[in-house]
């Protein structure tokens, strides 16, 4: 029963992992439309420093690097959304979301707004 549960906390570490790594990764992406160097562009640093802090990997660093600042071929498009909703309590919310896909954050938006 132990070796059981020990790989379903692996497996939730190893996920909670990869949403911050891809969160980071967007805010990196973002962050090099300013410039692709660090050192002349103070946001990328910032971001790039609380990516190191969390280990992540230089090559999955340096590629979200390349394709925010539009050295790769892909090409990179957020748009910035509002959301109006009510929280717990009827207390009015205003969310602003950067997304690549307004529909998927707007249907996320309605899940979390029920």
């Known amino acids: ?11 939730i570490a190893a996920n909670a992992k990869g949403r911050l790594f891809g969160k980071l990764a967007k805010d990196i992406m973002i962050a090099a439309r300013g410039g692709a160097d660090p050192k002349d562009n103070a946001r990328l640093r910032l ?13 999955t660093l340096d ?4 394709k ?10 957020f748009e910035q959304a509002i959301y109006e ?3 717990p ?3 009015p919310v205003m969310v602003e979301v950067l997304t690549d896909n307004v529909n998927r954050a707007a249907s996320d938006m309605r899940v979390l707004f029920r």
């Open 1 to 11: 029963m132990g070796a059981q549960w020990k790989a379903k906390h692996k497996d």
């Open 47 to 59: 971001v790039v420093e609380q990516a190191r802090k969390v280990s992540m990997p230089k090559d």
């Open 63 to 66: 590629r979200a690097i390349k």
């Open 68 to 77: 925010g600042a539009g050295l790769t071929g892909e090409t990179v498009h």
């Open 85 to 87: 909703g009510f929280a």
């Open 89 to 91: 309590h009827r207390v």
